[in-house]
Nanobody, 123 residues
Framework: QVQLVESGGGLVQAGGSLRLSCVAS????????MGWFRQAPGKEREFVAS????????YYADSVKGRFTISRDNAKNTVYLQMNSLKPEDTAVYYC????????????????WGQGTQVTVSS
């Protein structure tokens, strides 16, 4: 069973940056895709970004394209989400998850959710 632990959240002013990290347990990290999701208060969880096992393929939600970058370091069992030009509407709990199958697009199946890390962007 894969366990995921997110970190890096915090309070930042609009226009600022944060980098989230997600560390995975186990030896098979380099064999599966990973994704970042977020959930704002009173809203459903939504897809943010995903990355293939090799890092060669990425997907982004339209709302974060050009501002967020997903990357991974398979040697460290870690996936990152670099968030720049943050907006108040980016405020949410951010979760990482692993892709359960080969597909990694926004509609793909993800599981093994982490506990989440809070990101708050003040205006």
């Amino acid at each position: 069973q894969v366990q995921l632990v997110e970190s890096g959240g915090g309070l930042v002013q609009a226009g600022g940056s944060l980098r989230l990290s997600c560390v995975a347990s186990g030896r098979a990290f380099s064999t599966y895709g990973m994704g970042w999701f977020r959930q704002a208060p009173g809203k459903e969880r939504e897809f943010v970004a995903s990355i293939s096992w090799s890092g060669g393929i990425t997907y982004y939600a339209d709302s974060v394209k050009g501002r967020f970058t997903i990357s991974r370091d398979n040697a460290k069992n870690t996936v990152y989400l670099q968030m720049n030009s943050l907006k108040p509407e980016d405020t949410a709990v951010y979760y990482c998850a692993r892709a359960l199958r080969a597909a990694i697009g926004p509609k793909a199946d993800f599981g093994s959710w982490g506990q989440g890390t809070q990101v708050t962007v003040s205006s």
